[in-house]
T-cell receptor, first 113, second 115 residues
């Protein structure tokens, strides 16, 4: 357990509504990541952050935005949710460095109807 | 761009049998490679990682993996499967050439252990 929590753990919403997922860490790690997990695709990176207010896009960033105003919190926002964004979302942290282990949160299961 | 390929989305073995999960990577520079395990309804946790210190890497729960540069492989093995090994396993590579601390994951292999 690397002190990572995600909220909510489960959410059902309707198409077109905004949704914000929160990732919180207690260990002040510099790097934070948002992934989505879908059958047959493994984990795909949505966005990542390498410091407060420093973020960059991953391979599947369309339709998602992020914010990091504090070291401990990394927010993922779906501005207008679509059914294709139904997925399990994982947050991860690392201290940085290509050999460093990523530690994952428990995940958020999002269903968009 | 770096990538990883996991052969076999589903693997079934009998309890007590050898576990072999395959991972091949594509990298133009020496890679850093990882195996993660995901139990049902949980996040991923590290099994082991290769960082060029030794080609045979031992991890938790009796798993090990061997880095073979000539074959661009990093296959995961365990001599004797246990029912508790049933899970999904992911191979990942650190995207070092891009200069960012991103990781690229394979599509996963779901291991089923038969009694």
């Amino acid at each position: 357990d690397a002190g990572i929590t995600q909220s909510p753990r489960h959410k059902v919403t309707e198409t077109g509504t905004p949704v914000t997922l929160r990732c919180h860490q207690t260990e002040n790690h510099r790097y934070m990541y948002w992934y989505r997990q879908d059958p047959g695709h493994g984990l795909r990176l949505i966005h990542y952050s390498y410091g407060v207010k420093d973020t960059d896009k991953g391979e599947v960033s369309d339709g998602y935005s992020v914010s990091r105003s504090k070291t401990e919190d990394f927010l993922l926002t779906l501005e207008s949710a679509t059914s294709s964004q139904t997925s399990v979302y994982f947050c991860a942290i690392s201290v940085g460095g290509p050999t460093d282990t990523q530690y994952f949160g428990p995940g958020t299961r999002l269903t968009v109807l | 761009a770096q990538s990883v390929t996991q052969l076999g989305s589903h693997v079934s073995v009998s309890e007590g049998a050898l576990v072999l999960l395959r991972c091949n990577y594509s990298s133009s520079v020496p890679p850093y490679l990882f195996w993660y395990v995901q139990y049902p309804n949980q996040g991923l946790q590290l099994l082991l990682k290769y960082t060029s210190a030794a080609t045979l890497v031992k991890g938790i729960n009796g798993f090990e993996a061997e880095f073979k540069k000539s074959e661009t492989s990093f296959h995961l093995t365990k001599p004797s499967a246990h029912m508790s090994d049933a899970a999904e396993y992911f191979c990942a590579v650190s995207d070092t050439p891009s200069g960012t601390y991103k990781y690229i994951f394979g599509t996963g292999t779901r291991l089923k252990v038969l009694a």
